[in-house]
């Protein structure tokens, strides 16, 4: 089973950026290349949803319209590390932020889809 384990969140002012880095670890014959990543998160009372996604070959990055144009997904899978570059941070964005992974070529926006999780970080995006 992959490990994976969040960079720590922080307290952000609305504007301002942040990047979280997810490692992963706990590979059994296959390698971060493996694994497409997800970034999901989840503000207190609501569902948890997606808010990126990078495919194994990183040719293709997926992201939820509310964070298109501020987010970027990136990795490196030497380091077995994916980054959530996020700018442009709005009160909104506050969530508890997770990176999850799945042993497939393609990107999923489900939750179901994802087979390892990481425990979660706190971003607050405020004044």
């Known amino acids: 089973q992959v490990q994976l384990v969040e960079s720590w969140g922080d307290l952000v002012q609305p504007g301002g950026s942040l990047r979280l880095s997810c490692a992963a670890s706990g590979f059994t014959f296959t390698t971060l290349a493996s694994y497409s990543i997800g970034w999901f998160r989840q503000a207190p009372g609501q569902e948890r949803e997606g808010v990126s996604c990078v495919d194994t070959t990183s040719d293709t990055e997926y992201y939820s319209d509310s964070v298109k144009g501020r987010f970027t997904i990136s990795r490196d899978n030497a380091k077995n590390t994916v980054f959530l570059q996020m700018n442009s941070l709005k009160p909104e964005d506050t969530a508890l932020y997770y990176c999850?992974?799945?042993?497939?070529?393609?990107?999923?926006?489900?939750?179901?889809?994802?087979?390892?999780w990481g425990q979660g970080t706190q971003v607050t995006v405020s004044s």
């Open positions: 999850a992974a799945r042993r497939w070529p393609y990107c999923s926006g489900s939750t179901s889809a994802f087979t390892s």
